[in-house]
């Protein structure tokens, strides 16, 4: 059977493409998702496009999608809508894919978490860590944790990797910075390392160490691969890692050997 993984990632759009590896500190699968815009793809898409797609992951080498979910419900619901044409393409094509999501910290209500989470909790292509669905996201620190930790308890509970900055905030954070944040966050399941704004060199070097960290805990570790970023809005700074040069270094880090959990 082939396998393919869905995974929900409410973080802010991205002009660019990424790539998300997961380290464990002992587990021998390995699963790299495709870090998947929900806003990139145009209104009318069906069923058999999200499938013709997902194939064509699978020809690359891509185990999934991340899913990138900067609405849901209230503002911006082609985002719910798209997830679902997604899922349904997964389950239909018979594939063993894992999902998940990442981003309710930039605009989301807590209504939407709830129901994004709810809704694809139990879906047969839902990436699960432990018996419990992955939820990451960007940003955010005190009061987004403590509402996963009030809201997803008991049989509800999820598996919440996210990106935190340190305080002062760094893009790439140095040693010291990663083990503030993980001193300060014990309760985290892993970590995911933003790593697109950037030189390779510093993005490297603060992926080495967060790894360092994270697995040494025993945690998942969400590593990124990122050819090219370019941000919106105010942001237009733009990396592209002097055409390519600097993915290598990236996706083939010493400390980076990519173990990751299986779907339950």
């Known amino acids: 059977m082939m396998r393919f993984v869905l995974l929900f990632l409410p973080l802010l759009p991205l002009a660019g493409c990424q790539q998300f590896r997961f380290l464990m500190k002992t587990a021998p699968p390995r699963v790299c998702p495709l870090h998947g815009l929900l806003s990139s793809r145009g209104g009318g898409a069906s069923v058999a496009d999200y499938q013709q797609e997902i194939l064509a992951a ?5 185990d999934g999608f991340a899913l990138n979910c900067g609405g849901w419900t209230q503002r911006e619901p082609h985002y719910k809508q798209r997830c679902q044409l997604i899922y349904q393409a997964a389950r239909d094509l018979g594939t ?5 999501f990442r981003r309710f910290l930039c605009g989301l209500t807590t209504d939407e978490v709830r129901d994004m989470v709810e809704t694809f909790r139990d879906h047969p292509n839902q990436f699960h860590w432990e018996g419990r669905p992955v939820l990451s996201t960007f940003s955010g620190w005190t009061e987004h944790h403590a509402y996963v930790e009030g809201e997803f308890t008991g049989d509800r509970d999820i598996c919440y990797v996210p990106f935190y900055y340190p305080h002062p905030a760094a893009e790439n954070p140095e040693l010291e910075a990663l083990e503030q944040i993980a001193l300060l966050n014990p309760s985290l399941d892993g970590y995911f390392s933003f790593g697109a704004a950037g030189t390779p060199e510093a993005i490297v070097a603060s992926c080495r160490n967060a790894a360092q960290i994270w ?3 025993g945690k998942i570790y969400m590593h990124p691969v990122t050819p090219f970023y370019r941000g919106l809005g105010g942001n237009y700074r733009i990396y592209e890692s002097r055409g390519f040069e600097g993915w290598p270094s990236n996706g083939r880090m010493p400390s980076a050997q990519m173990p990751i959990g299986s779907k339950s």
């Open 58 to 62: 699978q020809q690359a080498g891509i």
């Open 96 to 100: 063993d894919s894992i999902v998940h």
């Open 215 to 217: 697995r040494g805990m």
